[in-house]
C-alpha cells in the first residue's frame, strides 16, 4: 500500500494542529511553516477536512483552524478518508466483484491483499490524534491478547 502525500500531509497538519491550538485557532501559515508543507496545499487540504467535519475555521485577526472535536476522538483513519485518501491494498476498486486481470478476474492474492488493506483501517482507526502527539504509537512493546511481544527492529533480526 502506497499512502500518497495528501494523506501523509493531512495527518501531518493535523497532529500539528491538535498539538498546537490548546483551544485558540491556528493560522495555515504556522502549520506550512513547522511542518514544511506548501500553503496552498494545505488550504485545500483543510477545505475537505472542514467538509469532512474535522475541523472548524475561525475568520477575522486571530483566526484559522480549530479540531472540530477532541484530539482523543479524531482518528488518524477518519482524517485519511476525509482528503479522498484511499486505504487499500489491491489495485481492485474495493466492494467490486471485478478483479484488476484483464479478463476481470481477481488474482489468487487478491483476499490476502484486501485483508491487509483492512487491517491498515483498522489500525489507523485505532489510533488517536492525540496518541500521535503523545508519541503514544512508536515503542517497540506491543500487547496482544494473553501476553505482551517484544517486537524486534529490523537491523537486530539481522544480526542474529
Known amino acids: ?6 494523506g ?7 497532529v500539528d494542529l491538535a498539538e498546537s491550538s490548546k483551544d485558540r485557532p491556528v493560522a495555515l501559515a504556522d502549520i506550512a511553516d513547522r511542518q514544511e508543507i506548501s500553503l496552498s496545499y494545505l488550504e485545500q487540504l483543510f477545505g475537505k477536512l472542514r467538509k469532512g467535519g474535522l475541523v472548524r475555521s475561525v475568520r477575522g485577526p486571530g483566526g484559522g483552524y480549530l479540531l472540530a472535536r ?5 482518528r488518524v483513519a477518519d ?17 467490486s466483484p471485478k478483479g484488476c486481470k484483464g479478463n476481470k478476474g481477481r488474482c489468487q ?4 491483499w484486501e485483508e491487509l488493506g483492512n487491517q491498515i483501517y483498522l489500525y489507523l ?3 488517536s490524534l492525540a ?6 504509537v512508536a ?6 491478547p494473553g501476553k505482551t511481544t517484544q517486537i524486534e527492529e529490523p537491523s537486530q533480526v539481522a544480526a542474529q
Do not use: Q
Open 125 to 127: 482507526a485505532s489510533v
Open 79 to 95: 482524517v485519511i478518508l476525509a482528503v479522498d485518501e484511499p486505504i487499500r491494498a489491491t489495485r481492485c476498486k474495493s466492494g
Open 8 to 14: 501523509r500531509y493531512a495527518v501531518m497538519a493535523m
Open 131 to 136: 496518541d500521535v502527539v503523545d508519541r503514544n
Open 70 to 74: 477532541n484530539a482523543t476522538e479524531t
Open 1 to 6: 500500500m502506497k499512502l500518497s502525500t495528501k
Open 109 to 112: 492474492t487478491h483476499e490476502l
Open 139 to 144: 515503542g517497540t512493546l506491543r500487547t496482544f
